[in-house]
């Protein structure tokens, strides 16, 4: 489940800023805001099966998959145009900046969720450890802080 690990950063990266600044967004700031937020949404569902809280639910999976999915790739990107850094987008410019890794990551994220989407009826039989892996924009080092 390595890529449900690195699913989960990526998205969890994305969506924590987003959903503290989503209060007065308008626009393209607040359409990119609430895709960041269903996934941010996904990952809450799921986080308690993958710390073993929960039983296992694939078709739960699947569906926080599809939502990775749906707003990732050119979804994603195409909801961060040059100079939509209004207030209240917590956007670094690091994103305009460094494009090429931010489009990278973005589509990395999506390729994941679709893998995940299929492999979700194999459970966690083979995950190990704890959720590890790269932020797109929610640790340190990251393009949205």
């Known amino acids: 489940m390595k890529l449900l690990n690195i699913t989960t950063c990526l998205v969890a990266g994305l969506s924590g800023a987003a959903v503290l600044a989503h209060s ?3 626009g393209i700031v607040k359409e990119r805001m609430e895709g960041m937020k269903a996934m941010g949404n996904a990952v809450e569902a799921v986080t308690p099966m993958m710390r073993g809280e929960e039983a296992f639910d694939a078709e ?7 939502t990775f999915a749906a707003h ?8 961060f145009p040059e100079g939509s850094t ?21 589509e990395q ?3 994941s969720a679709e893998g995940l989407e299929q ?7 083979r995950a190990g450890g704890h959720m590890s892996g790269e932020s797109m924009m929610g640790d340190a080092g990251s393009m949205m802080g």
């Open 60 to 66: 739960r999976l699947r569906e926080a998959a599809r």
């Open 86 to 106: 209004e207030a209240p987008s917590e956007a670094k410019d690091e994103i305009w900046e460094d494009w090429d890794r931010f489009a990278a990551l973005a």
């Open 72 to 79: 990732s790739g050119e979804e994603i990107t195409s909801r």
């Open 24 to 26: 007065g967004a308008t």
């Open 109 to 111: 994220l999506k390729i």
């Open 119 to 125: 492999a979700a009826e194999n459970g966690l039989s």
